[in-house]
């Protein structure tokens, strides 16, 4: 059984900094963390869930939504199938339940920001909640 657990989130004043993590369990997924697409999501409430930044575990290529672009960096350490999402430069629009997810299969190719759709069957974390406040 595959579980993606999240942990990093709290509250924090805007123009601050939180770092999100995202470790991966299971010996199916574990032991090949570097094939598969990852990334994080956010729905806000009474919002529908947007993709934040994806990463492609094998390359690092990574891609981000443009609201967030140059402000959260998303990285993973294949060798602690540990996903990371850096979130700096915070803002009240920011506030959100963030979730980790990860392609089910391997991927030979970099999913790019088609992660953020419905084409790949995905496993998902149980979510971290970040509030920031003005």
């Known amino acids: 059984q595959v579980q993606l657990v999240e942990s990093g989130g709290g509250s924090v004043q805007a123009g601050g900094s939180l770092r999100l993590s995202c470790a991966a369990y299971g010996d199916s997924f574990s032991n090949h963390f570097s094939n598969h697409c990852m990334g994080w999501f956010r729905q806000a409430p009474g919002k529908e869930r947007e993709g934040v930044a994806t990463?492609?575990?094998?390359?690092?290529?990574?891609y981000y939504a443009d609201s967030v672009k140059g402000r959260f960096s998303i990285s993973r350490e294949n060798d602690k199938n540990t996903l990371y999402l850096q979130m700096n430069s915070l803002k009240s629009e920011d506030t959100a339940m963030y979730y980790c997810a990860a392609t089910k299969r391997w991927m030979a190719y970099d999913c790019s920001s088609g992660f953020w759709g419905s084409n790949f069957d995905k496993y998902w974390g149980q979510g971290t909640q970040v509030t920031v406040s003005t």
């Open positions: 990463i492609y575990t094998r390359s690092g290529s990574t």
